[in-house]
């Protein structure tokens, strides 16, 4: 392991240049920043899923995208507006909500064209279906 002088972990290459390509893709393309993670991992359990949209978009573009995958869902979902640029989705209380947040992260990039950056956040879900 290597440490900056500040004392801080040293990134290695590879993640340095996948944090650079994320930094690009958010500036330069029409693109969405999705982080997941699990709020309460005790019955009722919520996961929140932050998402955060280039400039590339239209401020609307996050809610368009919700309204339709709400309507297409089994579990509680709830959006909340942060700015014209970031938004929350939780996702509650339903044995469904990991497929649902799957749902959801899909219809992104669908819309994008493959162009989401997907990070897991404390999300638990291990995938497999």
């Keep these: 392991m290597e440490f900056n002088a500040d004392g801080s972990l040293k990134l290695s290459g590879a ?3 996948q944090k650079e390509e994320d930094v690009r893709r958010m500036k330069d393309t029409r693109c969405v920043k999705i982080v997941k993670d699990a709020t309460k991992t005790s019955s009722p359990k919520h996961c929140t899923i932050s998402i955060t949209a280039s400039n590339h978009l239209e401020a609307s573009f996050i809610e368009k995208t919700f309204g339709f995958f709400s309507k297409r869902v089994d579990s509680n979902v709830k959006l909340l507006k942060l700015s014209d640029r970031d938004c929350q989705v939780i996702i509650g209380n339903q ?3 990991c497929r649902d947040c799957q749902e959801l992260v899909s219809s992104f990039r669908i819309y994008l064209d ?3 950056i997907e990070k897991k956040g404390s999300c638990t879900f291990k995938g497999g279906w």
């Design 15 to 17: 993640v340095n240049k």
């Design 95 to 97: 044995f469904s909500r």
């Design 114 to 116: 493959g162009n989401v």
